[in-house]
């Protein structure tokens, strides 16, 4: 998994850009609130990634802070929602205004975005709700506590992405993470101690 990359813009045209990293072009795709953050051409920028496999290409996406990619990888889990829709919510939404008609279950808003219909609204409302309670510092008020909990939502979520790797069905995974409090643990003891107790 490529999860981060620190290298030169060479090209830029939204969403699209490619950093060179020691001579290796990497293609990427930003959402826009990443996109409108970016330095000039030719200056050096570090970028969150997350890598998509599919059977017929390999997609990296880009994102200038981990809550943002942290939300992208949250919105991929719900039904219907691909990795394109996910980039086009977060250029039409910042996290925190994303989390917070989440959390006050405001559909009209989400409507709004683009792509995003009235059933597509109400399962994000759903759908993200639980994710969003457990970090709702971290997606949104209060910015002490919102990196430490930044940190424990990405340990849980990389988490249960090698689970996944492992062959747990992503559900799965997420059940074993509930069974016990995960709060101030790496990924690496949270895995260990989800496969201990399963």
Same mark, same amino acid.
């Not at 929602?81 to 989400?110: M, Y």
């Not at 074993?176 to 949270?190: A, N, P, R, V, Y």
């Given at each position: 998994?490529?999860?981060r990359l620190r290298g030169i813009i060479i090209e830029k045209q939204a969403p699209d850009?490619? +950093?060179d990293v020691n001579g290796v072009g990497y293609e990427l795709s930003?959402?826009? =609130?990443?996109f409108f953050s970016l330095p000039a051409l030719n200056d050096e920028v570090t970028l969150f990634t997350h890598l998509v496999v599919r059977e017929d290409a390999q997609l990296l996406y880009a994102f200038a802070t981990e809550r943002e990619r942290l939300l992208f990888r =949250?919105?991929?889990k719900v039904n219907g929602v691909g990795a394109k829709l996910a980039l086009t919510i977060l250029s039409g939404s910042d996290v925190d205004t994303f989390a917070r008609s989440v959390q006050e279950g405001d559909a009209? =808003? +989400?409507?709004?975005l683009p792509g995003v219909g009235k059933k597509t609204a109400e399962r994000l409302i759903i759908e993200m709700r639980d994710r969003l309670k457990d970090a709702s510092s971290a997606m949104g008020l209060d910015s002490v506590v919102s990196s430490a909990l930044s940190v424990a939502a990405g340990?849980?979520?990389?988490?249960v992405e090698a689970l996944v790797a492992l062959g747990y069905k992503s559900a799965e995974a997420e059940k074993m993470l509930k069974s016990f409090d995960s709060d101030g643990m790496s990924t690496e003891q949270i895995i260990r101690q989800a496969l201990q107790r399963n």
């Amino acid at each position: 998994m490529i999860g981060r990359l620190r290298g030169i813009i060479i090209e830029k045209q939204a969403p699209d850009l490619v +950093l060179d990293v020691n001579g290796v072009g990497y293609e990427l795709s930003a959402p826009m =609130s990443t996109f409108f953050s970016l330095p000039a051409l030719n200056d050096e920028v570090t970028l969150f990634t997350h890598l998509v496999v599919r059977e017929d290409a390999q997609l990296l996406y880009a994102f200038a802070t981990e809550r943002e990619r942290l939300l992208f990888r =949250s919105l991929l889990k719900v039904n219907g929602v691909g990795a394109k829709l996910a980039l086009t919510i977060l250029s039409g939404s910042d996290v925190d205004t994303f989390a917070r008609s989440v959390q006050e279950g405001d559909a009209a =808003s +989400l409507t709004r975005l683009p792509g995003v219909g009235k059933k597509t609204a109400e399962r994000l409302i759903i759908e993200m709700r639980d994710r969003l309670k457990d970090a709702s510092s971290a997606m949104g008020l209060d910015s002490v506590v919102s990196s430490a909990l930044s940190v424990a939502a990405g340990a849980k979520t990389e988490a249960v992405e090698a689970l996944v790797a492992l062959g747990y069905k992503s559900a799965e995974a997420e059940k074993m993470l509930k069974s016990f409090d995960s709060d101030g643990m790496s990924t690496e003891q949270i895995i260990r101690q989800a496969l201990q107790r399963n």
